[in-house]
């Protein structure tokens, strides 16, 4: 992680030169680079910040912040509610990430604190999200920032659709082999785990013993680097998402329609997974423990949670059904949010409008 902020403020220098050579109208700038700030300001052009994640995990930290309702429970694994909320929300102060039990210190909770710092100083922010996902909590999210949230999600979709459009005037791309395992499988039965970042010959060290066997044997494929997620996501075999709970892979399974089993780590990912919850697209394996770095060795969750959970959401159960159908009816809802007319489409297109008028003092197309 240290090595990432190093790269980050080397790049500094040249790209604001770039910046100042290119004579910018608005600067578009990921939430990590907080001295782009700066830099609009001595250009008197605006800044827009992005931030790659949704607007529940600001509102559900500013809560825990302002009302310290984990102060008030005398165990790590005694649940509490969050106050100020739209919706019931309870957590555990175990499943809490550092930055609320402590006051961390280091390069990351510096870029967090200037983060925080540049927001007012910002024309705009915009979330990789989708209104009609948490309306509720956009009204809480421009009471606590005094902004308006710009919600132009799911990005990923846009680059999607274009690929799709662009299909037939480029050569067909090699379909990856494991599509073809897929291909076997009956309709919504196939349960899709995130793949860790692992090279293939160590795949063994997090491996049970006997388990590649068990699994090669009808039962399931394992694959050694990279593999088309989205194009998993969307094969009819697949029938739910075991995911760690990152924004990104969130929604690309919503998009998809795909019910998720929920397996959080550490950082946001608690909370994305209390929007999962809020949003009745998943189950729960039951971790109790956020961790503070990627290095996680202690056993959190039993089999037999897991079992019962994987249990609940493939089997034909009134929850699993349940579960299943509002996956698709959230699947229809994002993609109505993205073409015209939809709250993704307007926040794009007004956002626009809006930058022309503040820069060229105009509204005509």
């Given at each position: 992680m240290s090595l990432l902020f190093m790269g980050i403020a080397l790049l500094q220098k040249p790209m604001e030169d770039l910046i100042v050579e290119l004579s910018p109208h608005c600067i578009f700038s990921d939430v990590c680079l907080t001295w782009t700030v700066d830099i609009a300001e001595q250009l008197k052009v605006p800044r827009l910040t992005f931030y790659p994640h949704n607007l529940m995990f600001h509102c559900v930290e500013h809560c825990l912040n302002v009302y310290t309702p984990h102060?008030?429970?005398?165990?790590?694994?005694?649940?509490?509610l969050i106050p100020g909320l739209p919706d019931k929300i309870e957590m555990k102060r175990s499943q809490l990430s550092e930055n609320i039990n402590t006051n961390p210190e280091g390069p990351y909770w510096e870029m967090m604190k200037r983060t925080k710092e540049s927001e007012p100083r910002s024309y705009a922010m915009i979330h990789d999200t989708i209104y009609d996902l948490e309306s509720t909590y956009a009204e809480l999210y421009q009471k606590i920032k005094g902004k308006k949230a710009w919600l132009i999600g799911p990005l990923f979709y846009f680059s999607k659709r274009e690929e799709s459009s662009n299909s037939k005037n480029t050569a067909?791309?090699?379909?990856?082999?494991?599509?073809?395992?897929?291909?076997?499988?009956?309709?919504?039965?196939?349960?899709?785990r995130k793949g860790d970042k692992t090279q293939e010959n160590e795949q063994e060290n997090w491996?049970?013993?006997?388990?590649?066997?068990?699994?090669?044997?009808?039962?399931?494929?394992?694959?050694?680097?990279?593999?088309?997620?989205?194009?998993?996501?969307?094969?009819?075999?697949?029938?739910?998402?075991?995911?760690?709970?990152?924004?990104?892979?969130?929604l690309e399974s919503l998009t998809a329609g795909v019910p998720m089993l929920t397996w959080?780590?550490?950082?946001?990912?608690?909370?994305?997974?209390?929007?999962?919850?809020?949003?009745g697209c998943g189950v729960g394996v039951g971790v109790e423990v956020c961790h503070s770095t990627f290095d996680i060795?202690?056993?959190?969750?039993?089999?037999?949670?897991?079992?019962?959970?994987v249990k609940i959401l493939m089997n034909a159960s009134r929850k699993s059904e349940k579960t299943k159908s509002r996956a698709k009816d959230v699947e229809v809802m994002i993609k109505r949010s993205m073409e015209k007319g939809g709250s993704s489409y307007n926040h794009l297109t007004t956002l626009i409008k809006e930058l022309k008028c503040h820069v060229f003092g105009t509204l005509e197309e």
């Open positions: 102060d008030k429970v005398s165990l790590d694994s005694e649940s509490f067909v791309q090699e379909r990856h082999s494991c599509l073809s395992w897929f291909d076997s499988q009956e309709p919504n039965f196939v349960v899709v491996m049970p013993a006997s388990f590649k066997g068990k699994i090669l044997t009808n039962k399931g494929l394992i694959v050694g680097g990279w593999v088309p997620q989205l194009k998993i996501l969307n094969h009819p075999a697949t029938g739910s998402f075991m995911t760690h709970c990152g924004w990104n892979s969130i959080p780590l550490f950082a946001k990912q608690f909370y994305n997974e209390k929007l999962v919850e809020v949003l060795t202690d056993t959190i969750v039993k089999n037999e949670n897991i079992e019962a959970s």
